[in-house]
């Protein structure tokens, strides 16, 4: 790897944790109504927006990582048009978050090391196995965001919109990672990811 490689690896790590994202297409349910949201009902909406926010801070950095240690020219173009969506879904959560008075995750820093970590191994393992990770972390996020709209406000059409299309997108990256070769995960090794998510989702929720 060059200097110059590294240096905008870098980049795009300050980028992701500091900088306001952008995203090219509309946020979702911007035509919703908008309906009052109890004092209560913000809380609970800000708190699984911010999940969902570190949630895209880790997938930049997983994307990152297994890019860097990517054999195949291919799979480092998939996993680059797979961030950018994962950018826009950023976007939409941080937009989300500033308009329900919520916050950003104090740890975001932290999630990004870790998740760029995980991304690194992975790839290390070999495309195959570094795509079936890739697919694997898209349907634990796909079955977390079916979650969430279960627990949004009933009343927050726009946030349920947002993680809706997220859904979707995450669903996709899946199917893409399978169509690609992506290689079926170890049980143990799923069950450690679930662990991994389950114990960032429950910290996020609070800091």
């Given at each position: 790897?060059?200097?110059d490689y590294l240096i905008v690896e870098f980049d795009k790590a300050l980028r992701t944790v500091f900088a306001k994202a952008s995203t090219a297409r509309d946020v979702p349910g911007?035509?919703?109504s908008g309906l009052?949201?109890?004092?209560?009902?913000?809380?609970?909406?800000?708190?699984?927006?911010?999940?969902?926010h570190v949630g895209e801070?880790?997938?930049?950095?997983?994307?990152?990582?297994?890019?860097?240690?990517?054999?195949s020219a291919e799979i480092r173009q998939t996993l680059g048009h797979a961030a950018a969506e994962e950018t826009e879904h950023l976007a939409w959560t941080e937009q989300r978050l500033v308009e329900l008075g919520g916050r950003k995750s104090r740890l975001n820093p932290l999630w990004y090391?870790?998740?760029?970590?995980?991304g690194v191994v992975a790839g290390k393992f070999g495309?195959?196995?570094s795509l079936g990770f890739l697919a694997e972390t898209e349907r634990q996020v796909e079955a977390h965001l079916d979650f969430h709209l279960t627990?949004?406000?009933?009343?927050?059409?726009?946030?349920?919109?947002?993680?809706?299309?997220?859904?979707?997108?995450e669903i996709a990256h899946a199917e893409t990672a399978v169509r690609l070769g992506?290689?079926?995960?170890?049980?143990?090794?799923?069950?450690?990811?679930?662990?991994?998510?389950?114990?960032?989702?429950?910290?996020?929720?609070?800091?």
């Open positions: 790897m060059t200097a911007q035509g919703c009052h949201l109890s004092v209560e009902e913000k809380a609970q909406s800000s708190a699984l927006m911010r999940i969902n801070i880790c997938a930049q950095a997983l994307y990152q990582g297994q890019a860097l240690t990517s054999r090391c870790g998740a760029l970590s995980m495309d195959a196995w627990k949004l406000p009933a009343l927050d059409a726009k946030s349920r919109a947002i993680v809706d299309q997220m859904r979707l997108d992506a290689r079926e995960l170890p049980l143990p090794v799923k069950v450690l990811m679930r662990l991994v998510s389950r114990a960032m989702t429950l910290t996020a929720y609070y800091v």
